[in-house]
């Protein structure tokens, strides 16, 4: 018995083993699959492409569905122009950088792929880019100093080397139902409105019975959400130098207690409600009267019926004492692995979809803001039935996405510790200070 | 050289072909196994650079900081709590449903289809619909219950409860799996321990409780067993059913999502390998403890 005993535990013993080990490579696996099902349908697109003629196909790593049309359309200019042929494969963010990441380390990133200032120190750092300085050098369609500073030195590593060519910007804009303000008595949104107005409206579109809100804005989305106001009101997140924490700042603690107060007093959904539908799903939905929102979001909210029929955009309410609107904004960038096997077309490629005739394409598709000076002004025309213009309205006042070397590490954090502020369970004050306390110590550690 | 000498030219043909046929599967268990445990306690060691480089021993410091996190045992007591309504449930009910289909019912195998299907399906796919379903606005739950003149309730938002939902999916989806182990013990059991007991006046109850009960025990065992070290690993349904932004998610985030976000989100392998570990040595705890005391109840007639 003794014997049988021993042999049968150390066979479970094996067995837990196993099944530990197998978990993180599921994780991974579900990632891929998630991946592969859309890429399956850009695989069709390029199909025909293939049949055209021969040689390789430069993979294209995306996250963003909705750009996937536009981005087709683009890069079959490419294809006609240089005769080399693309495929975008698209895997939504929340996998996209596991995927990323997955493949730098196994070597086998794709050739051309989207960054973004969250991770590219990352892959700085451990040069998995292509340097793209030289070429950008002798390049004759390129010219950096079109496209804004800020997001040109996001790519550029230790101020030298450049790994990333803009692709487009992106700015915030206020969207509200107009039946709701019709309805309320209320007018609408233009560029005299400040936060007190939002708020004192805010409490007119709530109706007591739970049925409709005033706004919502989602916690982790912090771009489109908190992160505008909190500048407005003279508070930051980061400083420049991008070694202390800014929520000890007078001006961040109270644009965030603004917010959460008008949770507190009801004019937003409950934070469990927030947390568990998207700001857009309710907008679209008509729970809501008013949201925050980034340009990226046009093709979801445009293409909604219920929006198109009762919606609108307008610019950020201003802050009274500051006088300031600002509009936190991004932009993505085009960069190359280090170790394609193709790094010639990867480089037309990028070099191409940064031209002024690729950058204007994107803009009059509608696909997104493109980054090149002066190639916006069609971009309004994309979806007639809105007020696109707000979007490019705001663009006057802009501060870049707080970013440094870890972002992700502080933003999670921020987004955990801030749910506290949100549903009431501390005040704003205590959690910012307890905020500022941990990214710091995060900041000093990077 | 000491086989070639002792062993028949038989003995040794048998040697070398048992080992053959064992070659894959160990093969398999090595290399996608063994070896990934090896690393994982090596890289527990290290803090860990992006991508596989730049590592730097630190020692215990990741265990240390381990030890201090009180994520980290919040995570351990929700996996426990999980287990707890779990395991169980997911047992008994599974154990009911294979008597009734071991029983003379019409339909034997379409109950049996339909009860297994859950086990088909994909896990992310089947906590998608149960998200859905669970929604605190436009779920069919909510829905249901509002329609009744009740009161909406935050299935998976509410801090106090959102593990308890998560466990129904995860009840919901095993059953047909332990059914079919049952099933299977159940058609061990000789008929004729029925009959005499039939003769002797004992009714289904009893039936039950004195024969079907204690000749099950075996099964029941393994099943136990691995349902435990299945449940101690749960991470599909909470990665897919609750948003980063959940309020409910700290008290509800089980060990290995805690060491899917240090390793993969945040991009820190050694501190998540340190968590993983920790996770191993809970589970080979319960198992032998398990082991142990299955002396007492498991009857091996």
Redesign the interface.
């Known amino acids: 018995m003794k014997r049988k005993w021993g042999f049968t535990a150390a066979a479970i013993a094996i067995a837990a083993t196993a099944l530990v080990g197998c978990s993180s490579q599921q994780a991974g696996k579900e990632t891929t699959t998630a991946g592969k099902e859309e890429t399956k349908q850009a695989e069709e697109t390029t199909k025909a492409a293939e049949n055209a003629g021969g040689g390789k196909t430069l993979t294209v790593a995306i996250w963003d569905k909705n750009q996937e049309p536009g981005l087709t359309e683009i890069m079959s200019d490419f294809t006609k122009a240089t005769g080399i042929k693309t495929q975008i494969q698209i895997t939504p963010w929340e996998q996209y950088w596991t995927m990323l990441e997955a493949g730098a380390t196994g070597g086998s990133l794709p050739d051309v792929f989207w960054m973004h200032s969250n991770e590219i120190s990352k892959y700085a750092q451990y040069d998995m880019l292509l340097d793209l300085t030289d070429k950008i050098k002798d390049s004759k369609t390129l010219e950096m100093d079109k496209f804004p500073k800020e997001i040109v030195d996001i790519y550029k590593w230790e101020g030298k080397k450049q790994l990333a060519v803009p692709k487009d910007i992106d700015t915030i804009a206020l969207w509200y139902n107009k039946t709701m303000f019709d309805e309320a008595g209320i007018s609408y949104p233009d560029a005299t409105w400040t936060w007190d107005t939002f708020a004192d409206a805010a409490k007119k579109l709530t109706k007591s019975d739970g049925s409709q809100y005033g706004f919502t804005v989602k916690p982790t989305n912090d771009q489109a959400g908190w992160c505008n106001i909190v500048y407005d009101m003279g508070g930051y997140v980061i400083s420049d130098d991008k070694k202390s924490s800014g929520f000890g700042q007078e001006g961040t603690i109270k644009g965030l207690t603004f917010l959460t107060d008008l949770m507190k007093k009801g004019y937003a959904p409950p934070y469990e409600v927030v947390a568990e539908n998207a700001d857009e799903a309710l907008f679209e939905a008509g729970k809501v009267a008013m949201i925050t929102q980034g340009s990226w979001m046009l093709p979801e909210l445009c293409n909604n019926d219920y929006v198109k029929a009762n919606c609108d955009i307008a610019v950020l309410p201003k802050d009274a004492a500051s006088g300031k609107r600002i509009s936190i904004y991004n932009g993505l960038g085009w960069a190359a692995s280090a170790n394609t096997s193709m790094p010639e077309e990867a480089w037309k490629l990028i070099e191409y979809m940064g031209s002024k005739e690729a950058q204007q394409k994107q803009s009059d598709l509608g696909v997104v803001i493109s980054a090149y000076e002066g190639t916006t002004d069609n971009w309004v025309k994309a979806y007639p039935a809105f007020n696109l213009k707000a979007y490019l309205d705001m663009k006057e006042d802009i501060v870049i996405r707080p970013y440094s070397k870890s972002t992700m590490v502080w933003t999670n954090m921020i987004h955990d510790k801030l749910i506290d502020a949100w549903n009431g369970n501390k005040t704003t004050e205590e959690v910012c200070k307890d905020i500022e306390k941990e990214m710091n110590s995060m900041l000093a550690s990077e | 050289m000491n086989i070639k000498i002792k062993g028949s030219r038989r003995e040794r043909s048998e040697f070398l072909w048992g080992w053959l046929f064992l070659l894959p599967t160990m093969a398999g268990?090595i290399i996608?196994?063994i070896i990934?445990?090896i690393q994982?306690v090596y890289q527990s060691f290290f803090k860990t650079?992006?991508?596989?480089?730049?590592n730097v021993f630190v020692g215990l410091q990741n265990y240390e900081k381990l030890f201090t996190d009180s994520l980290v045992w919040q995570a351990l007591m929700n996996t426990f709590k999980y287990a707890l309504v779990e395991v169980p449930f997911s047992i008994v009910i599974a154990l009911l449903l294979a008597v009734l289909m071991d029983g003379k019912i019409r339909g034997k195998s379409a109950w049996r289809t339909i009860y297994f299907l859950p086990m088909v399906a994909a896990p992310?796919a089947v906590a998608m619909v149960w998200r859905w379903l669970y929604?605190?606005?436009?779920g069919l739950f909510n829905h249901l219950l509002n329609s009744l003149g009740l009161s909406s309730v935050?299935w998976?938002?509410?801090p106090s409860t959102a593990y308890i939902s998560v466990a129904v999916v995860g009840i919901w989806s095993i059953i047909g799996y332990n059914m079919v182990l049952f099933i299977a013990g159940l058609k061990e059991i000789p008929r004729d321990y029925y009959e005499a007991s039939q003769i002797d006046g004992a009714g289904g109850v009893k039936q039950f409780f004195y024969i079907t009960l204690p000749l099950i025990s075996p099964t029941m065992f393994f099943v136990a067993?691995?349902r435990i070290?299945?449940a101690m690993?749960v991470?599909?349904s909470i990665?897919m059913m609750m948003?980063?932004?959940?309020?409910a998610l700290?008290k509800t985030q089980s060990l290995?999502y805690l060491?899917?976000?240090y390793?993969?989100?945040?991009?820190n392998k050694g501190y998540g390998s340190s968590i993983?570990l920790l996770?191993?040595v809970v589970?080979?705890l319960i198992?032998?403890i398990q082991?142990v005391c299955q002396k007492k109840w498991v009857n091996y007639s």
């Open positions: 268990l996608l196994n990934p445990i994982t650079g992006a991508f596989g480089r730049g992310a929604n605190s606005e436009f935050n998976i938002s509410n067993v691995t070290i299945g690993q991470f599909d990665y948003d980063k932004s959940n309020p700290v290995v060491f899917y976000r390793s993969f989100v945040e991009g993983v996770l191993l589970i080979l198992t032998v082991m």
